[in-house]
C-alpha cells in the first residue's frame, strides 16, 4: 500500500514539472528579451539626441538704423525652413502716414519704429506677430565691431560706372562704420533700388561670414545695449531669437537677401513697389515656390561674396 502511494507521488511530480518547467522557460526567456530591448533603447539614446526645431522657432524682424536718413532692413529666422533671410527697403518707399501718403523715412522721424512697423503691414505681406528693432548707427557699430570686418563685394549690387565712381573695385574689408558711411553715400547718389541693392549685400556678408558667432553672442549683446536701443524683443524673443539662431548656425542656414522690386516715382520722389513686390515678399518668406518664378530679386548667391541683383539693373540668376 505504501509503495503504491509513493509512486502515485512520484507520477504526479513529474507530470507537474512536465507543465511547470516549459512555463518557466516562457518566462525567463521573455524576461530576457525585455532586458535586451532595454539596453537597446539606452544604448540608442546615449548618442547625440535628435532634434528637430519648434514651429515657434521663427522671428520677423524689422531693423531700422536711425539718422537723418534712416535705414531699414527685414529679417526673417526661421528653424524649421533653416533659413535666414534679409530684405532692404528703400528709405523713400511710400507708406500710408497721418492720414495720407509719405516716405517710411518720414514716418519712422515723426513716430518711430513702431509705426513704420504698423506702415509697412498695410503695404507689404507681412504677419501680424513681426517685431521692430531700432539702434542709432553708434550702436550699431558696437554691436558687429565684435565680429570683425566682414569683406564683400558689390559688383553684383552696382553697375561698373559706379563701383569705379566710388572706388570699389575687387573684394573690399569694411567695419561697421566704414559700411555705414560708404552706404550713406550710395543712398544719397543712387537710384533707391540700387541702393537698397547694395544695403542687402553689406548685410548678406555680416550674416553669412558670422553666423557661427551669432548665437552665443548676439542676443547677449542685444540684452546688454537694451537701454540703447527702441525694440519690442522682450526676454521671450530674446530666447526665441538665441535658440533660432544656433539651430540655424548647427544645420548651416541659407543665407539669402533680397532688394524691394519698385521704382521711383519722378513726381513724389517716393519709391513704389512694382508689380513683383507681393511675390517678391512671399518668396521672402518662403511661400512662393520659387523667388525666379515669382520674379523676386535675389540679393545672395553661392559664392563666397554674394552678389546683389538691381532691380531694373543687372540681372540675377534664380535664387532658389
Not at 532586458?35 to 544604448?43: G, H, K, L, P, T
Not at 527685414?74 to 509719405?102: I, K, R, W
Not at 503695404?123 to 517685431?131: G, I, Q, S, T
Not at 540703447?228 to 533660432?244: H, P, S, Y
Request: net charge negative; hydrophobic share 50%.
Amino acid at each position: 500500500m505504501e509503495t503504491k502511494a509513493w509512486k502515485q507521488f512520484w507520477t504526479a511530480l513529474w507530470l507537474s514539472l512536465l507543465v511547470l518547467l516549459p512555463l518557466v522557460a516562457g518566462v525567463a526567456l521573455l524576461a530576457q528579451r525585455q532586458a535586451a530591448d532595454r539596453v537597446q533603447a539606452a544604448e540608442s539614446q546615449s548618442g547625440v539626441p535628435i532634434q528637430t526645431p519648434r514651429a515657434d522657432q521663427q522671428l520677423t524682424v524689422l531693423a531700422c538704423v536711425a539718422g537723418q536718413q534712416p535705414a531699414f532692413v527685414l529679417l526673417y529666422l526661421n528653424a524649421s525652413q533653416n533659413c535666414l533671410h534679409l530684405m532692404a527697403l528703400p528709405s523713400q518707399l511710400a507708406v500710408p502716414f497721418a492720414g495720407d501718403e509719405g516716405a517710411l523715412a518720414d514716418c519712422y522721424a515723426a513716430a518711430g519704429p513702431a509705426r513704420c512697423l504698423q506702415a509697412l503691414q498695410a503695404v507689404l505681406p507681412l504677419p501680424a506677430d513681426a517685431h521692430y528693432l531700432a539702434a542709432t548707427p553708434e550702436t550699431l557699430a558696437a554691436l558687429c565691431n565684435a565680429y570683425g570686418a566682414v569683406r564683400l563685394s558689390l559688383s553684383g549690387a552696382l553697375r561698373p560706372a559706379e563701383l569705379a565712381r566710388f572706388g570699389l573695385t575687387g573684394v573690399n574689408d569694411w567695419d561697421a562704420a566704414g559700411a555705414h558711411a560708404l552706404l550713406q553715400r550710395l543712398d544719397a547718389a543712387l537710384e533707391p533700388g540700387t541702393a537698397a541693392a547694395a544695403r542687402a549685400a553689406v548685410w548678406d556678408a555680416f550674416f553669412r561670414q558670422n553666423l557661427q558667432a551669432l548665437p552665443a553672442s548676439l542676443p547677449a549683446a542685444l540684452r546688454q545695449a537694451s537701454g540703447e536701443l527702441l525694440t519690442d524683443l522682450g526676454a521671450g524673443e530674446l530666447l526665441t531669437l538665441e535658440q533660432t539662431l544656433e539651430w540655424l548656425a548647427v544645420n548651416d542656414a541659407a543665407v539669402e537677401s533680397f532688394a524691394l522690386p519698385g521704382r521711383a516715382d519722378a513726381r513724389s520722389g517716393r519709391y513704389v513697389p512694382g508689380e513683383e513686390a507681393e511675390a517678391s515678399v512671399q518668396a521672402f518668406f518662403n511661400v512662393a515656390a520659387s523667388s525666379s518664378a515669382s520674379g523676386a530679386h535675389s540679393a545672395s548667391s553661392s559664392a563666397p561674396y554674394p552678389s546683389t541683383s538691381v532691380p531694373g539693373g543687372q540681372a540675377a540668376g534664380p535664387s532658389r
